[in-house]
């Protein structure tokens, strides 16, 4: 399944493995560096992890409505 979602700059985002990107944003929050924006690597991965997770919940409630 492939999705879009928006970085911390608004730049548009194709996920096409949700765990996969979840994975990444995890590992990278920690990151101190700073991107042109001003904003950390790190506040950006948590701003799209939020995002990502959100899509996750609503994959797995859709998942349990099935009969």
Known sequence: ???KIKDITGAEI???D???AVRQC???LA???LMPSGHTV?????YMLRQLLALQ???????RQRP
């Open 1 to 3: 399944m492939e999705t």
């Open 14 to 16: 194709t996920v096409t």
């Open 18 to 20: 949700l765990k996969e």
């Open 26 to 28: 995890r590992e990278c």
């Open 31 to 33: 990151s101190p560096y």
């Open 42 to 46: 790190g506040e950006n991965h948590a």
């Open 57 to 63: 919940r609503r994959k797995r409630e859709h998942g």
